[in-house]
T-cell receptor, first 117, second 115 residues
Framework: AQSVTQLDSHVSVSEGTPVLLRCNYS??????LFWYVQHPNKGLQLLLKYTSAATLVKGINGFEAEFKKSETSFHLTKPSAHMSDAAEYFC???????????????FGTGTKLQVIP | EAGVVQSPRYKIIEKKQPVAFWCNPI?????LYWYLQNLGQGPELLIR????????DSQLPKDRFSAERLKGVDSTLKIQPAELGDSAVYLC?????????????FGPGTRLTVL
């Protein structure tokens, strides 16, 4: 069984301040983890992914995330928020094929990021 | 390279009517997914295809929903008859394969409104 918990449904930051979007996961197998961003009326776009290589993953638009196995976390950060970062962000866990069945992908419920000018 | 294409982008129908959504994945992608996204929620998988085969349809409400992926390329998702609760965004995604590390690429979605 696997699950994803995004700890905040809404996060509000001022432009130019750091962003932290929190994600905790549960998986019986070594997971792959993803962050996607969804702007209003747009499709989901991949920000970054962790696939058991380096634990600190850098993505597009200055975002990065750190995989912490001991804490079962994969929090998304950015040093300085920009107005264009306002969107909804989804954390995703994916189980490998040797989980006794087909690949299982689970999305979190999303965190809406508001950036205040 | 073209992304995942979906049509229509918007659809408004009356309840009990049928509706169909179409998806063309990225060329060369063997795996195709259909998701349902309700307002304020994350996407929920309806069905996943590996080429022509539906390998995970456990969350598809088979009494009214059906899907096909003939020739292992584009796919159609159908609802018949539609109910008020089916109003949502239907997302299509594709990936190279079924490895857990494979990135899913999403289309813009079809927003369905059932009146």
């Amino acid at each position: 069984a696997q699950s994803v918990t995004q700890l905040d449904s809404h996060v509000s930051v001022s432009e130019g301040t750091p962003v932290l979007l929190r994600c905790n996961y549960s998986s019986s197998y070594s997971p792959s983890l993803f962050w996607y961003v969804q702007h209003p009326n747009k499709g989901l776009q991949l920000l970054l992914k962790y696939t058991s290589a380096a634990t600190l993953v850098k993505g597009i638009n200055g975002f990065e995330a750190e995989f912490k196995k001991s804490e079962t976390s994969f929090h998304l950060t950015k040093p300085s928020a920009h107005m264009s970062d306002a969107a909804e962000y989804f954390c995703v866990v994916s189980a490998p094929p040797n989980s006794g069945g087909y690949q299982k992908v689970t999305f979190g419920t999303g965190t809406k990021l508001q950036v205040i000018p | 390279e073209a992304g995942v294409v979906q049509s229509p982008r918007y659809k408004i129908i009356e309840k009990k009517q049928p509706v169909a959504f179409w998806c063309n994945p990225i060329s060369g992608h063997n795996t195709l997914y259909w998701y349902l996204q309700n307002l304020g929620q994350g996407p929920e998988l309806l069905i996943r295809y590996e080429n022509e085969e539906a390998v995970d349809d456990s969350q598809l409400p088979k009494d009214r929903f059906s899907a096909e992926r003939l020739k292992g390329v584009d796919s159609t998702l159908k609802i018949q008859p539609a109910e008020l609760g089916d109003s949502a965004v239907y997302l299509c995604a594709s990936s190279l394969g079924q490895a857990s590390t494979d990135t899913q690429y999403f289309g813009p979605g079809t927003r369905l409104t059932v009146l």
